[in-house]
């Protein structure tokens, strides 16, 4: 990762930010969009390759397993990879939707963490400072768009921890969108 050993710290601070205020969780489309800016820019992985900071988090913690086991080859050459980006698809329509819904009034806000979508997390999420006035949509978008960083972050720690630190990396919806831009790119100039 270059020079930049402390990129995790960004991730770190993404979550205790959840903590202080859900609002914060926003925050995370910026971290969605960098990689299509940079991509769309400079026409290779630079977020993937140098900037991105759960894969930093990912190769940190990596360091404390002893695993030698390898990747599993449907993750590299498989269609792993697809199943992760149809679940990161399926996850951003139920969010966009369900924020409409909120936004519309049809139905309550969710005021609580999910795990994998459909999960609740059984604990209240302390909010060390509360913010008024905030439309009832915008909370909900905060509180799904925390729950999927939190459930991809958590997956990619385990398989950091299982497997090769950046096992993630290889199944990671960004990475997948970006090689299939690259590879649009090679074709179109074939």
Not at 41 to 49: G, M
Not at 115 to 128: K, R, T
Not at 169 to 174: D, G, L, M, S, V
Request: aromatic share 16%; charged share 15%.
């Amino acid at each position: 990762m270059r020079n930049n050993k402390f990129l995790y710290i960004i991730t770190l601070s993404y979550f205790i930010l959840g903590f202080i205020n859900i609002h914060f969780a926003l925050l995370g489309l910026v971290c969605m969009s960098i990689p299509f800016i940079l991509l769309f820019k400079n026409k290779k992985k630079t977020w993937c390759q140098g900037y991105c900071p759960r894969a930093n988090l990912y190769t940190t913690c990596g360091k404390f397993s002893k695993s030698s086991r390898k990747t599993p080859k449907f993750f590299i050459k498989g269609n792993m990879k697809w199943i992760m980006l149809t679940y990161f698809g399926i996850s951003l329509f139920i969010i966009i939707m369900t924020t409409i819904k909120v936004g519309t009034e049809s139905i309550a806000p969710m005021k609580f963490l999910r795990y994998l979508i459909v999960f609740p997390i059984p604990w209240e999420m302390p909010q060390l400072i509360n913010f008024t006035n905030i439309l009832p949509w915008i909370t909900h978008l905060s509180y799904r768009f925390y729950s999927m960083m939190m459930t991809t972050t958590t997956l990619g720690l385990l398989l950091a921890l299982i497997y090769k630190p950046r096992t993630w990396c290889t199944i990671c919806p960004i990475g997948t969108l970006s090689d299939s831009y690259l590879k649009g790119i090679k074709n179109h100039k074939n």
